[in-house]
C-alpha cells in the first residue's frame, strides 16, 4: 500500500493524490449524511401519521 501511494505521487503528483483522497472521504461521509437525512425524514413522517391519527 505504502509502495502504491509513493508511485503514485511520483507519477501524478502529490496534489493530485491529496485531492483524491480528499474527495473520497467526502464522498463517504456524504453517504453517511444522506442516510442520517433519510432516516430522519422517516421518522418525521412517522410522527405526522401518529399526530394526524389523534
Known sequence: MEQTALTAISTVGFPIVVTFYLLTS???SM???SGEI???TEFLQAMERERKAK
Open 26 to 28: 467526502f464522498q463517504k
Open 31 to 33: 453517504d453517511r449524511l
Open 38 to 40: 433519510a432516516k430522519l
